[in-house]
Nanobody, 115 residues
């Protein structure tokens, strides 16, 4: 029903900024919560940020104050990442749901933070 495609990953120096985008297609107006996850080398996938249809947000403690999640009327989700640190290096994955057991995932976009 829903397809998600991330973009915006890049190589950036510590202290730099990036904005990731997650474009939704298919039954986009049925989407409930949208979220960003990340998976670093050798680590499990972790939740970074999530946003409800009404704009209520939640963040991992590790990114709070540095990252901002948002979404537009077409349910494109964004992740503004500021003051990036080497430990932010990971594949960033967009997720969404539209009912119990109805979960969708993008393929991910790589963010590398290095000097």
């Amino acid at each position: 029903q829903v397809q998600l495609a991330e973009s915006g990953g890049d190589l950036v120096q510590p202290g730099g900024s990036l904005r990731l985008s997650c474009a939704a297609s298919g039954m986009i107006f049925t989407i409930d919560v949208m979220a960003w996850y990340r998976q670093a080398p050798g680590k499990q996938r972790e939740l970074v940020a999530r946003i409800t249809p009404r704009g209520v947000t939640d963040y991992s403690d590790s990114v709070k104050g540095r990252f901002t999640i948002s979404r537009d009327s077409a349910n494109t989700a964004y992740l503004q990442m500021n003051n990036l640190k080497p430990e932010d290096t990971a594949v960033y994955i967009c997720g969404a749901n539209n009912g119990p057991g109805k979960d969708y995932w993008g393929k991910g976009t790589l963010v590398t933070v290095s000097s």
